[in-house]
């Protein structure tokens, strides 16, 4: 299988690197002084230093030819420039191609998932064969070898079942869901919470404030999930629980850092400043907002995300207000 991996940042150098051992992988990246410092030192200093990257794996940065003759394609943009980048391989995908999203992310202006996007461009793609993969995956942690796994989601089963050893190795485990909805929304309302969840830390709070966070985020993972047509049960698998634990506990999640950086005191613009690498949790927060609005979703804790990233609210008020909410059943509202 020849496999195109589009975007040359952490995660998608991480997935060409895994699929380099299954199958023939090129990578694009957008600028070519990157592609050629991958091809000539085996290595990814902007996004993965340290990392030794595989002979097999090659780096371009002409989207005409990572695509030519690719059986599969894997798109890792971040979702401000998803649609920017997918529109540039207009006629450079077959129909039946799978096409398969690793952005955790929502379209800011149109409130899409990605797969949404991505049948948006590619008008007449077959719809069942475009998905997302998503998982408890941190780059480095995987990089290193660490044991863990990810959901491959698809309308076409025996695609997804085709692609699974593609990203299967010994220390990376794959497993496939029909439940595109769901996956690609509990990916992209995670990382919400999960700034929630590295401001609490910030404050200097312990593991009974995270448990919450993240017990009552789910919640409302689930309800926005539910109420667009996504099934329940993914929200307790690898793409839901999964992801939302790795994400609120390790320093090594963007969207974490960022959130604690907010619970010491720092500005969200000071924040981003200094990153180089994008949380996708601060572009989704508006989005989810508007989804939940629109379909009379109940999110406190992404709401109050909301207040403390764009309406000025700080952090000490946003924990009051959610503190302060009237007392509910612990069931209420779980599913819309």
């Known amino acids: 299988m020849r496999v195109a991996v589009i975007g040359a940042g952490s995660w998608g150098t991480t997935i060409a690197a895994i699929a380099s051992a299954n199958a023939d992988v090129i990578i694009w990246a957008r600028r070519r002084e990157l592609a050629d410092r991958i091809n000539a030192e085996r290595a990814n200093p902007d996004y993965l230093a340290g990392f030794f990257l595989s002979g097999d794996l090659v780096a371009t940065s002409d989207l005409e030819r ?29 129909p039946s191609t799978p096409v398969i999203s690793l952005t955790k992310g929502i379209e800011t202006d149109t409130g899409m998932r990605m797969s949404e996007v991505t049948l948006e461009i590619l008008t007449g793609h077959e719809p069942a064969a475009v998905g997302v993969l998503s998982g408890p995956n941190l780059a480095v942690e995987i990089m290193e070898g660490q044991p863990a796994a990810t959901v491959i989601a698809m309308g076409d089963t025996d695609a997804a079942a085709r692609i699974q050893p593609v990203f ?34 910030g404050l200097g709070f312990g593991m009974n404030t995270m448990a919450t966070l993240a017990t009552r985020g789910l919640a409302e993972m689930t309800r926005l999930g539910i109420a667009l047509g996504g099934q329940a049960l993914t929200f307790g698998g690898l793409a839901g629980v999964g992801d939302l634990m790795a994400t609120c506990g390790s ?85 819309p």
């Open 251 to 335: 320093p090594r999640s963007r969207n974490n850092r960022v959130g604690y950086q907010l619970g010491r005191g720092r500005t969200i613009d000071a924040i981003l400043a200094d990153m180089t690498m994008v949380a996708e949790g601060v572009k989704t927060t508006r989005p989810v907002l508007d989804l939940a609005a629109r379909h009379g979703v109940e999110m406190p804790i992404a709401e109050a995300v909301g207040r403390i990233l764009h309406d000025g609210e700080t952090v000490q008020q946003a924990m009051a207000a959610l503190m302060g909410r009237a007392p509910k059943s612990e069931g209420h509202g779980i599913v």
């Open 168 to 201: 299967n190795t010994p220390r990376f485990r794959v497993y496939t869901n029909p439940d595109v909805v769901g996956v690609e929304l509990a990916g992209a309302t995670k990382n919400v919470i999960a700034i929630a969840a590295g401001v609490s830390t």
């Open 66 to 94: 990572a695509l030519d003759n690719a059986d599969l394609v894997v798109v890792g943009v971040p979702s401000h420039g998803y649609r920017v980048v997918l529109e540039q391989t207009r006629g450079l995908i077959a």
